[in-house]
């Protein structure tokens, strides 16, 4: 390709996590081990200094290119300048689990680039620790995560907890748990549920509607035609019309700045009576179709009675 020609598309592959999350370790491995890049022209950006360390030369022997690059240099002229200067086949990028990713994904980068994936490496040894003194961080990695890699696991690791707290944010992502070993398993275990859900009649406690909520959406099928009882508060939708709310409840995904309501639309004919942020005891049959919110079918409720009930004694539900 000439320079200045405009290039076809560019895949770009991100990886984030915080120092001693794995990431040098991860990326080392693809690119040398699994020898990932299969000879393509390949540019590695490398956003911080960590504990691992690459080897420059044993990268150029495999066609690929590291540049280090400070904040003050991640913008679109600089971006610009790498991709004129070593013109790639593909991008890597080790981003700072520092920086915001808004910083990354709201700058204009060369034409052609493209992020196919963005994976986040989570250290299951300290994740609490960051959880408790840099939320909003380890959110933001989360959120914006295709795959989330949890490592240094072992038999004491909680790993619904972790199931819990990434799908409170990003239910789309797909999780992976790397043993101490290095072994690791793409996730396929279900939420430890508090209720039983093989009953035909589920009744929720005030605290689960949470769970029920990440539950139901992942899995519409298992709640399908059975019917189910929770105390929630009234959101009416102008698109919902007379005959239709959304019965559910407020829900603190990552900190106290960052509350939202959830819950299912739910068809009830007696709608248009129903006051906005009153309390109701719910009864519903659950069946599925096709949900917008959801990009194909999710979870929706039929009313067989709606009655009005205290409030609930917390006012927020919580994921973990």
């Given at each position: 390709m000439r320079k200045n020609e405009t290039p076809e598309e560019i895949p770009v592959y991100m990886f984030m996590g915080f120092l001693e999350s794995g990431k040098t370790t991860f990326a080392k491995e693809t690119l040398i081990d699994r020898d990932f890049t299969d000879g393509d022209k390949t540019l590695l950006l490398i956003c911080e200094d960590g504990i691992e360390e690459y080897d420059f030369e044993e990268l150029k022997k495999r066609n690929i290119f590291a540049e280090y690059i400070d904040e003050e240099n991640l913008n679109t002229d600089y971006l610009i300048d790498l991709q004129d200067k070593y013109e790639p086949e593909r991008v890597m990028i080790e981003y700072n689990?520092?920086?915001?990713?808004e910083?990354?994904?709201?700058i204009r980068v060369p034409k052609g680039w493209t992020v196919i994936q963005v994976i986040t490496f989570v250290n299951s040894q300290t994740f609490d620790a960051y959880l408790k003194n840099m939320k909003m961080m380890i959110m933001d990695h989360l959120t914006g995560a295709d795959m989330i890699v949890i490592n240094r696991c072992?038999?004491?690791?909680?790993?619904?907890?972790?199931r819990k707290t990434?799908?409170?944010?990003n239910r789309r992502a797909q999780i992976v748990f790397e043993g101490v070993d290095g072994?690791?398993?793409?996730d396929e275990g279900e939420l430890i549920l508090p209720y039983d859900v093989e009953k035909d009649h589920i009744e929720l406690n005030d605290e689960d509607f949470g769970i029920f909520y990440i539950d139901a959406a992942d899995n519409p099928e298992k709640y399908e035609g059975k019917t189910i009882s929770f105390k929630a508060?009234?959101?009416?939708p102008k698109q919902y019309g007379k005959t239709a709310f959304v019965p559910g409840r407020f829900a603190m995904t990552c900190c106290a700045d960052d509350v939202t309501f959830?819950?299912?639309?739910?068809?009830?004919?007696?709608?248009k009576y129903l006051k906005d942020r009153s309390w109701v005891h719910v009864e519903a049959k659950i069946r599925t179709e096709f949900y917008?919110?959801?990009?194909?079918?999710g979870p929706v409720l039929d009313a067989t009675e709606v009655r009005p009930d205290k409030p609930a004694e917390e006012d927020l539900v919580y994921f973990n």
């Open positions: 689990g520092t920086w915001k990713l910083k990354l994904f709201n072992d038999d004491k690791t909680d790993k619904d907890n972790f990434v799908k409170s944010v072994l690791a398993e793409v508060m009234v959101y009416k959830i819950g299912f639309k739910c068809n009830f004919d007696k709608a917008p919110d959801f990009g194909g079918d």
